[in-house]
């Protein structure tokens, strides 16, 4: 089934953990460009060495690198024109919304829901001090409750788990104010489309939320 979804929301939002159980379920693409950053850095090359600066630091990527990224994967990936995806944090500029817009023309493919994850800074800060991540794969999993079966090891593929070196309280607080200042004005420019989930409910209950909402588009 063939969807095009983006999904909004501050970093410890959920969107990551949403897309990936969505994906699972239904086959639709999780297009992370967190996930495509990081194998970039991790093939140590120069733009991997360039683009590590900012991602480290909590930093957004400049629009015209992250737009690329994006474009080749869209080119690339075969599951995608067949299955759809959905962006997971990305545009996270009104630059990059622009940039998509015409990403997407040219592809020949249209927003069917754009999807909010409304939450509040504490929750967050909370959330990602728990995070553990998949440096391989980018499954996530959390210190409180979904730990992997093995320690420190990913069940999917093997991977090293551990807590990204941008999942700090500082890191958090800084990757947040840049989302207040750069991001949430997206709100604005997505609102006809818009759908607003509350991210702060248990895991479960938000994927329920989520089908609610994905399958009405999916039907209709
Ligand atoms: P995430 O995995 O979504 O939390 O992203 C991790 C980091 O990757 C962000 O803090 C940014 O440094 C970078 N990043 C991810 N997506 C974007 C984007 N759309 N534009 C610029 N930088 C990005």
Do not use: W
């Not at 990936?77 to 996270?92: A, M, S, T, V, W």
């Not at 004005?185 to 991210?199: Q, V």
């Amino acid at each position: 089934m063939k969807k095009f979804l983006l999904f909004l929301g501050a970093p410890g939002s959920g969107k990551g953990t949403q897309a990936q159980k969505l994906q699972n379920k239904y086959g639709i693409c999780q297009i992370s460009t967190g996930d495509l950053l990081r194998e970039v850095i991790a093939r140590k090359t120069d733009l991997g060495k360039k683009v590590a600066n900012y991602v480290h630091n909590g930093e957004l990527v400049p629009d015209e690198v992250i737009v690329e990224i994006v474009k080749d994967k869209l080119a690339q990936d075969k599951d995608i024109k067949e299955n759809g995806f959905i962006l997971d944090g990305f545009p996270r500029t009104v630059r990059q919304a622009d940039l998509l817009r015409k990403v997407l023309q040219d592809n020949n493919m249209q927003l069917e829901a754009v999807v909010f994850f409304e939450i509040d800074l504490e929750t967050i800060v909370k959330r990602i001090l728990g995070r553990l991540t998949c440096a391989k794969c980018g499954k996530i999993y959390n210190s409180y409750n979904n730990l992997p079966a093995q320690e420190g090891q990913c069940d999917v593929c093997g991977g090293k788990v551990a807590r990204r070196v941008d999942d700090t309280e500082e890191k958090i607080r800084k990757r947040f104010s840049i989302y207040k200042e750069q991001t949430e004005p997206l709100l604005g420019y997505y609102e006809d489309s818009l759908i607003k989930i509350a991210g702060d409910k248990d895991l479960n209950a938000i994927f329920e939320d989520l089908e609610e909402i994905v399958s009405a588009k999916i039907n209709a």
